[in-house]
Structures are given as structure tokens and as C-alpha cells.
């Protein structure tokens, strides 16, 4: 596994707890097996607005994805898009969260007139990696136009706060990040670190720095000591004011640089005993430790404190402060340190009690090393790794073509379906060959789901190119499926991804071959329609391939832990050839995209095709179709139908064109091909008649139910309407002769069509939405797929309920 530990490297530069945890960590993580880590850093500048912008876009635009998990601590490494990101989160630029000056307004509405498009942006509820390029490029423009007056751009300032929150909010969205981790419950609970409603779990770290463990004895010429940057939060001079004020004679060593430096070395000036050390190497820092008495560290509100671990480890006591934040979650108090109030008083009297009393520090310094021993590298890197710790189960799906931009049924399903279930709780990946890209890309189809392009090479197309001529027929799928070899990128996205999929589902049997390959052992099957039988039509002349594919589906279907078909007969005819159990099958049938297709009655119809230009009525009939087989016997039905009366329109969308270039076509029939959505949702809305004459094939018909979302009249046969409920005379006119049956209709008055596409369309929108299919699918997936509905007894859970990994 290659995993990336992305920071950010401050500028100017500065070793700090941190740079700590990212060296720890790389090293740990390298001594797990099976695991190379490398830790990649950007330079980060935050000293003006506009550097801290450009930090966060570098990290934005990185492509890790040869990377196979990334981890992340800190903004702005967070930004980076990759499907398997953990985030280990230390703190937010803090700055524009927590301490944002209180006095300082958070508004931004004074920029709605100087800046619109801005301001629209930061004031999406819920943005994402589009608005983020979107902001990106406005933030750009604005500042070559240099749209801002200092005041905009003010550090720390209102408009920088809203543009972080605004970076971060879509860098940390579910989607995004596949585990939430904190390094302490100070980081979890602070407000807005965090999506609503995510309860990050907490991972305590420990340092890099080389210790000896406990030292036993008494020291001698012990001291104070302290290590920390020099900065206002870590409270050192009230460390120093209290120390003076307890009138102890123990030395006081602070180790550590920053911008108080100058302040509090005049702070000490008249005080012998107080040493600031300034930086110090990790050899000298664990003497320093070694040698100590006891540890104070009294920072308000601190991440975690990193101090804090190292002295306990070295078996030192700890002085803290009840407002010390993280410090406090393994300081307690009079069992292995002290916590007292943040006061100098209080401070002052609690290091006079551990001065005076060495017994007392070395018996919390035992009890503060036992506390902490448990917090190692190993035992931090294998929980990082921990695969069944995901927000949100995964899941990957195995297809053999891209499904986006949507033009053809099988494409709807996929993007449709999986796009709503990605909307249920679900991250979804779906690995997809494409012809036009040579590297594998990675695209969001929304936040929670990723389509993975695999490219074909040069081998694959080659011997496609002669398949193809051999046969007459188009076969990528087929050919997928006989010579997984050719396609080594497929198989290792799909071996480098599946250790960390809940569920791995093959879209159709093609993809079986390359995963068996990967290694993967379990899945759900996802069958479109009877391969065998589908096949068995387009490949009448090649039988020997026909059964090939009846024999590569059979595989598939028996291995599978459960299968989804589209429709019942579908779910009856696998059972009888397959002989598989019928606990076996569950149905998902093809929805309509009831959100973008627009529904018109009769009237509505008529007004749109008067605002184009066109007669109130008209006779125009619609079909759409792939290049498929069936769909082929349909346009042939529609052709012989238009040659008996030209005084009827056609209209043909969709690949199925392909199939009639060189044949004579009626003047009455127009073939456009495959259209874009916009275009295919205007020939819907204008037509008068939809048409389905399906004499075979299998599934169900995905243009039936667009159709029917649309309000158009639909005539098919009674095949046609296989996988749906719909009742002749109800929600669609049967036919037998197509002709006669077309004229018929096109005469019934508006009324009466209009009764029969809302009943039909109340069909669709209580059965047959997507979005209620992949409540559906949700429910399957869950738990009842996996159960034996005939017998009521368990096969095998999910794999995201298992404790064994998806692969062998």
C-alpha cells in the first residue's frame, strides 16, 4: 500500500509539534508491512491574505492519486481530492476559528456590490469542488484586477474567514474525507472543525523524540524545565511570573523559540536562576527531560501538547492549568501532575509543593510514564490503518464504459441509481473503461460519488479492431471479459481499491474475469438484463461466443453473495437457467429522472410547440434507442410502419442511428442520432406520441419510463412494458399493429390522453423514481440481501458487517 502524508511546510520554516507528528508518523507507518509511506510537503506561506489563498489552491489542484490513501493533519494539505483521504486533524488556522478576535465582525455583506460573485459563492450552504474552481478562479480575477482595499484583505479580517470556512467546509465535507480522526477531544468538540453531525474519533499521538523511558532516582542538581514556542497562547511568562513568585531555588530551563523571545528574555533579566535555552537539539531535549524535576506546561487551550506526552513518557510529573485543553485529557490531577487554576497564585503555590517534595514528583512521574505507555508509533499507524474505519461504508462498482454525460439506459441506470444511493450514506466509486484518456482520471459526479476512468491501450484496441471485423459486432465488453490481461490498469485500480470497499458490486458479468484476477472474493451482481439471452440474439451467427458469455455469466451469478435484476421476469428466467435459489434475487427496476425531465399535459404541450413555431398539433411519434439489438428490431418495425403513410412524423434519438447509415430511409423519418440532454428533453416535450414497439430483449426498458416522466402517450407492446406494472389501457396504449394503432391515438381528445399519462406518471413517481429505488436498494444492502428470505436463515453478512477483509 502507498500511502501520502501531505503538510504544509511553513514559511519561513519552523520545527514544531507538527513537523513532529508527520516525522513519527512517516517512520511508523514504513515499519507496517506491505506499506511504503512518503510525506509530501508545500511550502505554505500565511503572512498576507492572498499567500494563504495560493497555499490553499496548490494543495487544491494536487493530483496523489497513484497514491493509494492519504493522511492529512493540517490546512490548507487538507484540500487535496482523493477518494481515501483520512483525516488526523490537529487544528484549523485557528486564527478564523476559535480565537478569531472577538471584536471583530464576521459579516461580509458590505462586499454583496463590490465583489457579487463572491459573495454568492461564500454564501452557498453547501458548496462543493465545482464552486471551490468556480472561487478559485474569481478570487483570481479579483486579484489581478486588484479588487480589494487593504482593509478586504485584513489578517485576520472577515472576508479571509469566510473565504477559509468556505475552503474548508468543502476540503472536510463527508464526501471528501473517508475517516474523521483528532488528536485530542479539545480538537474534536471545538464548533465548526467539524461537518454537522460528524463525531470524529480521537487518536492520541506520541513524540519522536528518542527516550530512555523512566528515569529512577533522584537527579542530581535537578531542574525545572519547559519546552514550547515562544508565543502568547503557551503562557511562559505567567509560567515565569509564578516561578518567581514561588521563591523556589530549582533552576528554570525553557527551551524553544518564537516571538516573545525579546519580551520575556527582558522578563528575566534580573532572575539568575530562569534559562532560556532558545532551540535546542532532540539529544539535549531528552536530557533536559531526563534531568528535570518535574515538567510545568500551562498553554491555554492547547491542540494536545506534545510536551505534555514527552515529559510523561521521560516519567515526569506535569504542572498544567484546567483551561490547558488537550494537556488536561492525560494530565490528572494528584495522580500523575497537577492541574490548577490558570492564576499565578495558584501556579506559584503548586510549583513550591512539587520543589519541596521529590517524592512526591517522582511518584506521579511512575504514574505519569504508565499512563501514557500505551501511546506508540505502531500502535497509532495500525489504527490509521484501520480499513473498517470508515465514515461511510464504501462501495465499488466494476462497468465496462463511462455513464457520464447520461445518453444511453444503461448509463441512466448507473449514474441515476448510484448517484441517489451516494446521497444515502454511501461512498461510492464506480470504475468505468473509457477509450478517450490515457492516464487514469477521477471525476466527482457529486460529493460522495467518483467515477474512475481506465484507460485502454494500444494492445486492447488492437485486438478489439479485429474482434470486431471477425464478428460485425461490437464486443468492448465481451472482449473485456475474454482477455482481462489487455486491461492491467483495470485490475490494479480494482486490486488497489477494494481493500477498502464494503461491498464490491460487477455491473453486468463482463467485469468478473478482471476482478476474480484482483482477488476480490465477494460481490453483489448487478445484472441489466439476461446476458445469456441478450447475448444469445446479437450473436446469432457466433454461437460458440453466445455460450461462451451464458457460461461467464453463470459464473458470476453463483459466486455472488446475492444479484439484482431490473425486473421479475428477468429474476425468474436466471433462477430456471441458472438453477439458483430465488432467496437469491432481489428486483431494482429502472427508474425516471423525475428531477430534470419535465412533465407536460396536453396543453402544455401544445403551448411549447407554439413558442417554437410549430402546429399546436402535430404528428410527430418518438422513439429512443441504443445500438442494440432489439432496439434495431424496433426502428425496423417503426421504418415499415412510416413507407404506409408519409402524412406521419418520426423522430429517432440515440445511437441506434448507427445501425441505418447505409440503408434507404422514409423522407418521414428523421434520425438525429445520440443528442445532447438538453435537446432529448425538447423532443419529449414536443412530440405527440412516444413509441416502444420491443419485440425481445431483456430487462427493462429505461425510454418506457423517461416517456411516462414526461407525460408522453406511450404506445408499446405488451413486451415492451416487461419490468413495470403498467396495464394497457391504463398507463399505455398495446399495440399489434403499430399503424392503425397510431392514428387511433392521435385522434383521442386531450382528456382522455391526459387521464391516462397522469396515471401513469403517479405510477412513476411512487414506484418507479430513482430516488425512492435507491431507498430500495439502501434497505438491500444493509442486511436483507444477505439473508435466506425462503428460510429465514443468514448466508453471509455484508462485507462491511465482517471483520475479514474483502480480499484474500
Known amino acids: 500500500m502507498k500511502v501520502a502524508i501531505v503538510a504544509p511546510s511553513g514559511v519561513p520554516f519552523v520545527w514544531g509539534g507538527a513537523e513532529n507528528i508527520w516525522k513519527g508518523l512517516w517512520l511508523a507507518l514504513n515499519q507496517q508491512n506491505e506499506v511504503t509511506a512518503e510525506l509530501i510537503k508545500l511550502p505554505s506561506p500565511e503572512h498576507d491574505f492572498w499567500g494563504i489563498i495560493q497555499s490553499y489552491q496548490r494543495f487544491a489542484e494536487l493530483d496523489l492519486n497513484h497514491f493509494d490513501l492519504i493522511i492529512s493533519t493540517k490546512y490548507p494539505a487538507w484540500m487535496i481530492s482523493h477518494p481515501r483521504h483520512i483525516l488526523f486533524m490537529q487544528h484549523t488556522l485557528r486564527g478564523l476559528y476559535d480565537t478569531y478576535p472577538s471584536h471583530l465582525s464576521k459579516s461580509i455583506a458590505h462586499l454583496a456590490q463590490k465583489t457579487p460573485e463572491l459573495y454568492r459563492l461564500l454564501n452557498i450552504k453547501n458548496p462543493n469542488r465545482i464552486q471551490l ?147 535546542i537539539s532532540e539529544q539535549q531535549l531528552a536530557h533536559e527531560y531526563a534531568n528535570a524535576l518535574f515538567v510545568p506546561f500551562i498553554p491555554e487551550h492547547e491542540d494536545f501538547g506534545l510536551i505534555t506526552y514527552e515529559a510523561m ?62 501511546i506508540t508509533w505502531p500502535a497509532l499507524a495500525k489504527e490509521l490503518l484501520n480499513m473498517h474505519k470508515q465514515y461511510q461504508p464504501k462501495i465499488i462498482v466494476l462497468n465496462t464504459f463511462p455513464i457520464y454525460p447520461v445518453v444511453s439506459g444503461g448509463q441512466a441506470r448507473l449514474y441515476h441509481l448510484y448517484s441517489e444511493l451516494s446521497m444515502l450514506g454511501y461512498s461510492i466509486e464506480i470504475l468505468n473503461l473509457d477509450f478517450n484518456t ?93 446476458e445469456a439471452d441478450l447475448k444469445a440474439q446479437i450473436y446469432q451467427q457466433h454461437p460458440i461466443e453466445a455460450l461462451q458469455i451464458k457460461e461467464l455469466e453463470l459464473q458470476c451469478a453463483q459466486g455472488a453473495q446475492h444479484i439484482i435484476c431490473c425486473s421479475f421476469e428477468d429474476s425468474q428466467r436466471m433462477q430456471n437457467l441458472y438453477k439458483l435459489p430465488n432467496h437469491k434475487f432481489s428486483i431494482i427496476a429502472n427508474g425516471a429522472d423525475t428531477q430534470n425531465i419535465k412533465y407536460l399535459d396536453q396543453a402544455g404541450r401544445k403551448a411549447i410547440r407554439v413558442q417554437m413555431g410549430l402546429e399546436p398539433t402535430n404528428k410527430i411519434s418518438l422513439f429512443m434507442g441504443s445500438n442494440h439489438g432489439p432496439n434495431i428490431e424496433a426502428t425496423e418495425q417503426i421504418l415499415i410502419t412510416a413507407e404506409h403513410d408519409e402524412s406521419l412524423q418520426y423522430i429517432i434519438l440515440g445511437s441506434v442511428a448507427d445501425a441505418f447509415k447505409q440503408k ?70 398495446n399495440t399489434k399493429a403499430l399503424l392503425p394503432t397510431i392514428k387511433n391515438a392521435l385522434k383521442k381528445p386531450d382528456d382522455q390522453l391526459d387521464k391516462m399519462i397522469h396515471k401513469t406518471m403517479e405510477y412513476i413517481n411512487n414506484e418507479l423514481s430513482w430516488k425512492g429505488l435507491a431507498e430500495k436498494y439502501k434497505q438491500e444492502i444493509k442486511g436483507a440481501l444477505f439473508i ?19 480480499l484474500s
Not at 194 to 220: M, R
Open 133 to 279: 474552481a468556480e472561487c478559485f478562479g474569481e478570487l483570481n480575477k479579483i486579484k489581478a484586477a486588484q479588487g480589494l482595499s487593504p482593509q478586504d484583505t485584513a489578517l485576520p479580517g472577515p472576508l479571509l474567514r469566510a473565504i477559509i470556512h468556505f475552503f474548508d467546509s468543502i476540503a472536510l465535507a463527508p464526501g471528501q474525507i473517508m475517516r474523521y480522526t483528532a488528536i485530542a477531544h479539545e480538537v474534536a468538540n471545538r464548533q465548526e472543525y467539524f461537518p454537522e453531525n460528524i463525531k470524529p474519533e480521537v487518536l492520541y499521538h506520541p513524540s519522536s523524540l528518542p527516550q530512555a523511558g523512566v528515569i529512577a532516582g533522584t537527579q542530581i542538581n535537578p531542574a525545572i524545565f519547559t519546552a514550547s514556542r515562544l508565543d502568547a497562547p503557551k503562557r511562559i511568562d505567567l509560567l515565569i511570573k509564578a516561578y518567581c513568585k514561588s521563591g523556589v531555588k530549582t533552576p528554570l530551563r525553557i527551551a524553544g523559540t518564537g516571538p516573545q523571545s525579546t519580551k520575556l528574555q527582558e522578563l528575566i533579566s534580573n532572575h539568575p536562576t530562569i534559562s532560556l535555552l532558545g532551540h
Open 313 to 374: 513518557i521521560a516519567g515526569k510529573a506535569v504542572l498544567s492549568c484546567s483551561d490547558s485543553g488537550g494537556v488536561t485529557e492525560l494530565v490528572k490531577d494528584m495522580e500523575n501532575g497537577l492541574l490548577v487554576k490558570p492564576e499565578c497564585d495558584d501556579i506559584a503555590k503548586a510549583i513550591k509543593k512539587l520543589c519541596s517534595d521529590p517524592t512526591l514528583c517522582y511518584q506521579l512521574g511512575q504514574q505519569a510514564y504508565n499512563s501514557v505507555k500505551e
Open 438 to 530: 490515457r492516464t487514469v482520471q477521477s471525476r466527482h459526479l457529486n460529493e460522495n460519488f467518483i467515477e474512475v476512468l481506465i484507460p485502454i491501450g494500444e494492445e486492447f484496441r488492437k485486438k478489439l479492431n479485429t474482434e470486431e471485423k471477425r464478428l460485425n459486432i461490437s464486443c468492448v465488453d465481451w472482449l473485456a471479459a475474454q482477455h482481462p490481461e489487455l486491461l492491467p490498469e483495470w485490475q490494479t485500480e480494482i486490486k488497489r481499491r477494494a481493500p477498502w470497499a464494503s461491498l464490491i458490486i460487477c455491473s453486468h458479468p463482463y467485469a468478473y474475469p478482471a476482478m476474480m484476477q484482483a482477488g476480490v472474493k465477494e460481490w453483489l451482481y448487478e445484472a441489466h438484463n439476461v
Open 664 to 733: 434507404n430511409i422514409p423522407n418521414n423519418v428523421r434520425f438525429l442520432g445520440v443528442v445532447s440532454l438538453q435537446e432529448k428533453q425538447l423532443w419529449l416535450q414536443i412530440a405527440s406520441i412516444a413509441l416502444n414497439p420491443m419485440l425481445s430483449g431483456s430487462g427493462s426498458n429505461l425510454k418506457l419510463i423517461e416517456y411516462a416522466a414526461a407525460g408522453l402517450p406511450i404506445i408499446s407492446t405488451e413486451f415492451g412494458v416487461r419490468g413495470t406494472r403498467f396495464e394497457a389501457g391504463v398507463h399505455y396504449i
Open 788 to 806: 435466506e428470505k425462503s428460510k429465514g436463515e443468514s448466508i453471509s453478512p455484508p462485507p462491511f458487517l465482517q471483520t475479514s477483509n474483502i
